[in-house]
């Protein structure tokens, strides 16, 4: 019986050839189920992106500013858009669109045509423009705003107040108005009077570093027009900042000054705001129980 042949070495690289071949060939299957379930799991995650609720955005509040120009310059008005203290999404400020209009049909008709003037808010949310009116006059106006989303539409009132540049300013912390809820009837009766001698009266309120706090001290003293004088109400230039309260009095009391040069006076609730101000170099009086000055003695102070 003969022997069997090897094989030949060229049968040997062929048969391994054919064996490499079917591996490369054969068929596995969980490199396509692992491409569904990636796919599958980027289209879910897609849809709970979108469908999922989503927390909407608080509304902006819109505020009126009040703002004091002297006869020499160009009166205008200011509004500020503010977010809520709650709100869970940080809106931005910029390129809301505010319109100011003339408040009374009085002042419409002194100028010819009822005022509208439509603006952008600022990366802080401000808004301003040039305001058409007499000088040494005092003007209404109303800022409006509308929400993007249609959540809500608002109006506030401001004023402006165009002064001569040699007024004489007395600057009254509101809260030293106050007698509980109400108007305390010796600062009622002397800043009348002062009033009627010419002073031009300047509320401030800057202690509260909340703008809903601000407007409530500013419509207060709104309400109240026939016991307290007409007169700007003042607060933070920005609110919610981290600007002490002292430093944010130096700084209004400053600007006072710049803008009017005259002999100021400031009527203060407490001792620490009286340094302040003559810090400044304003005359002061400290307001209160004694040993302040009671509210009575300060138009005999100030012949």
């Known amino acids: 019986m003969s022997e069997p042949k090897p094989p030949s070495p060229n049968a040997e690289v062929l048969a391994r050839q054919l064996k490499e071949s079917l591996a490369r060939r054969r068929p596995q299957p969980w490199k396509p189920v692992l491409v569904v379930l990636a796919l599958s799991t980027m289209v879910l995650a897609g849809l709970a992106y979108w469908l999922y609720p989503r927390p909407r955005p608080a509304p902006l509040q819109v505020m009126a500013l009040d703002v004091i120009c002297t006869s020499e310059e160009t009166a205008s008005v200011r509004a500020r858009l503010l977010r809520s203290a709650d709100d869970p999404v940080e809106r931005s400020l910029q390129g809301h669109t505010l319109v100011f209009s003339s408040a009374r049909p009085a002042l419409a008709k002194a100028n010819d045509d009822p005022v509208e003037i439509i603006v952008k808010s600022d990366e802080h949310g401000t808004a301003s423009a040039e305001w058409p009116m007499a000088k040494n006059a005092v003007a209404d106006y109303l800022v409006h705003y509308v929400d993007r989303d249609k959540q809500i539409n608002q109006r506030d009132p401001g004023r402006v107040f165009v002064w001569p540049r040699d007024a004489r300013l007395l600057i009254v ?10 108007v305390d009837p010796q600062a009622s009766a002397s800043l009348l009077a002062l009033a009627r001698e010419k ?10 570093t909340q703008a809903h706090e601000f407007r409530k001290t500013r419509g207060w003293i709104g309400a109240n027009r026939g016991k307290l004088p007409v007169g700007p109400v003042l607060g933070r230039p920005h609110f919610a900042d981290t600007e002490l309260p002292a430093d944010t009095r130096r700084a209004a009391l400053d600007w006072l ?3 009017f040069p005259g002999s100021h006076v400031a009527i203060a609730k407490n001792a620490s705001a009286a340094q302040i101000a003559k810090d400044a170099g304003l005359r002061a009086i400290h307001v209160g129980p004694a040993p302040a000055t009671a509210w009575k003695h300060v138009p005999a102070a100030l012949k």
């Open 173 to 182: 912390d509101a809260d030293a108005t106050f007698d509980g809820s109400t």
């Open 199 to 208: 002073w031009h009266i300047v509320y401030l309120a800057l202690a509260t």
């Open 257 to 259: 000054k710049q803008r």
